[in-house]
């Protein structure tokens, strides 16, 4: 299996950019799609981004489409979501998941939050306006 710890999040203004990672210990980091999620209080978790294994597809939500960016660095085993231009309503704690796709075609990166296996344990970002 497969480790996740986050790290990154905190307290910024609206209009502020931060950019969480990802770090992935255990088995092959580059054998699993990773994705990005987030919940705020009171809300249920949602999809944010997605990225397959070998880091050539990408996928967002429309929310966050053209101000985050989700990359990865499968040598250091890391994920990261750069976040520009934050709003208020980006407040939530973001986690990041992955999922073996080893066995798949190369550009599978699923949306959906049950798709994946194994869940860091989030970092908080606050955007205050």
């Known amino acids: 299996q497969v480790q996740l710890v986050e790290s990154g999040g905190g307290l910024v203004q609206a209009a502020d950019s931060l950019r969480p990672a990802c770090a992935a210990s255990?088995?092959?980091?580059?054998?699993?799609?990773m994705g990005w999620f987030r919940q705020a209080p009171g809300k249920e978790r949602e999809f944010v981004a997605t990225?397959?294994?070998?880091?050539?597809?990408?996928d967002y939500r429309d929310s966050v489409k053209g101000r985050f960016t989700i990359s990865r660095d499968n040598a250091k085993n890391t994920g990261y979501l750069q976040m520009n231009s934050l709003r208020p309503e980006d407040t939530a704690v973001y986690s990041c998941?992955?999922?073996?796709?080893?066995?798949?075609?190369?550009?599978?990166?699923?949306?959906?939050?049950?798709?994946?296996?194994?869940w860091g344990q989030g970092t908080q970002v606050t955007v205050s306006s």
């Open positions: 990225i397959s294994r070998s880091g050539g597809s990408t």
């Open positions: 998941a992955a999922v073996l796709t080893a066995a798949q075609p190369m550009g599978i990166m699923p949306r959906s939050a049950p798709s994946y296996d194994y």
């Open positions: 255990g088995r092959t980091f580059s054998s699993y799609a």
